[in-house]
């Protein structure tokens, strides 16, 4: 590690190493009894990361952006989202106003 103003720089393959496992981590299934949160305007993922890494059970993630949503997907599969559907009145309608995974919340 390299020192600039005696604060410790870590090398890019010790910063490549802390994301790996960070990742890794955030990856790793959470028990039934971790505490739970509810993802509202999920984006990406970026935030459903930040539960994961504090240790929470995401139930459910969602956005109004459909690539968002998609993102979302691709990068915590395991996490249930919901992408409500502009212009229908009803966020709860059930007659096709909403897409949903294939996952159900737990």
Known sequence: MSRARNVAIPSTADYR???SLAWQDALAPR???APTVVSLFAGGGG???G??????????ATDWDARAVETLGMNLPDVPTWQPMRG???????????RHSSHAPS
Do not use: F, H, I, V
């Open 47 to 49: 935030s459903s990361l």
């Open 17 to 19: 190493q802390l994301l």
């Open 88 to 98: 229908t009145g009803s966020s709860n309608s059930t007659s096709g106003s909403s």
């Open 51 to 60: 539960y994961r890494m504090a240790g929470y059970r995401e139930l459910l």
């Open 31 to 33: 028990t039934d009894d």
